[in-house]
């Protein structure tokens, strides 16, 4: 499955078409309709990159305050949906570029103690996500959750797509040590 | 264009399923990208479903209007930039306009401000001496642009 191919079941941009033929601008029900389709994913995905839930709805607002200045009805929507991943980690780096939290500090986690197990896997996996450079996280966020292959990840990142392949092996490296050290690594089954 | 190895679907999903028949444990054997995707893949795929949802998304509708609003700000402002550019230049040629005007004339202009004092009156009605007619010409007609552009600038700040 194609990565960006989430879960839109209907053609949205195809429906904005007049008789003419051509596209009429986003109007606000399509635009709901898209958010809702969308703004989850990409909220994950902020979220897991940035470690802040207030930080993540921050960059997912101007994600889509881009997305609507940028008249959507003149792309398809799988254009859409990757534009809207590129703006994100264009977003998500800019910020760490800003606040200086790349990776030598850790993305902010909940100063309580986690009381549920739940929150307690989610805070750990949180903290050993968060010890890669965000770049690493995007790219593994990008191939393994949104399953995009590395063209569309080279366009998100502003990469060459040959890069990819050596930029994701490194990161996957980086996270299987990282996984080893901390007693996490899967089993091999040869 | 994918550089993916063709295997690696295949290879996730046996890890995944914890399913392995001997031509993956071969193909294992020898593509290290594939080592490397299967020992993350059963992590990311746990860290993607570990529970977020609870987390309430900004409205889309304030989203939407937030966004307008930003829109007409900029609208705005890409407008009334050439308005501001020849309201700037404005300013520069009318200060020009004086500057030079003051340079060029000086001598006569100090010599007609002199006329204001009681002697200078006086000297001055015996000599019959005064500026030029198109000197003032001149000046009424940077007075005149002075007074249009502060007045513009006054209005358009209304």
Redesign the interface.
């Known amino acids: 499955m194609n990565a960006f191919a989430m879960t839109i079941p209907a053609p949205l941009f195809e429906e904005a078409r007049s008789r003419t033929g051509k596209p009429s601008p986003m109007d606000?029900a399509r635009?709901?309709m898209f958010?809702?389709r969308n703004?989850?994913n990409l909220?994950?995905y902020l979220?897991?990159m940035t470690g802040d839930?207030a930080t993540a709805?921050d960059l997912?607002?101007k994600a889509?305050?881009r997305f609507?200045?940028a008249n959507p009805a003149l792309a398809g929507e799988e254009h859409m949906r990757r534009w809207m991943f590129r703006t994100a980690t264009n977003l998500a780096l800019d910020h760490f570029r800003e606040t200086k939290r790349e990776r030598s500090q850790e993305v902010e986690t909940p100063r309580q103690q986690p009381a549920e197990a739940?929150e307690l896997?989610?805070h750990d996996?949180m903290k050993t996500?968060a010890e890669l450079k965000p770049r690493e996280r995007a790219l593994?966020?990008l191939a393994?959750?949104e399953e995009a292959?590395?063209?569309d990840i080279s366009e998100a990142l502003g990469v060459k797509?040959?890069s990819?392949?050596v930029l994701l092996?490194r990161a996957?490296?980086r996270?299987?040590e990282l996984?080893t050290k901390k007693g996490?690594?899967?089993q091999?089954?040869? | 264009?994918?550089?993916?190895c063709r295997f690696e679907p295949q290879m996730l999903r046996?890890?995944q399923e914890?399913r392995?028949t001997d031509s993956l444990?071969a193909h294992?054997?020898e593509c290290?990208?594939c080592?490397?995707?299967?020992?993350?893949?059963?992590?990311?795929?746990?860290?993607?479903r570990?529970?977020?949802?609870e987390?309430i998304?900004?409205d889309?509708?304030v989203?939407?209007l937030?966004?307008?609003l930003?829109?007409n700000t900029?609208d705005v402002n890409r407008v009334t930039r050439p308005m501001d550019a020849v309201q700037l230049i404005s300013y520069i040629v009318v200060a020009g306009g004086w500057a030079g005007v003051l340079l060029w004339r000086w001598n006569e202009v100090e010599a007609w401000l002199r006329t204001f004092t009681p002697t200078g009156m006086v000297e001055s009605v015996a000599r019959a001496e005064s500026l030029s007619m198109s000197f003032f010409a001149l000046v009424l007609v940077l007075a005149s642009m002075t007074v249009m552009l502060a007045l513009h600038t006054i209005l358009a700040e209304e």
Request: glycine share 4%; aromatic share 14%; hydrophobic share 50%.
């Open positions: 606000e635009f709901e958010y809702r703004a989850g909220w994950s979220f897991r839930a709805d997912l607002q889509f305050f609507i200045r739940r896997l989610r996996m996500f593994l966020w393994h959750v292959d590395h063209e797509a040959k990819v392949k092996f996957r490296k996270l299987g996984l996490l690594a899967p091999a089954k040869r | 264009m994918s550089d993916t046996a890890a914890d392995w444990r294992l054997g290290d990208d080592v490397a995707a299967i020992s993350v893949a059963p992590w990311m795929t746990q860290f993607s570990i529970s977020d949802r987390h998304l900004p889309p509708s989203i939407w937030k966004a307008k930003l829109q900029v």
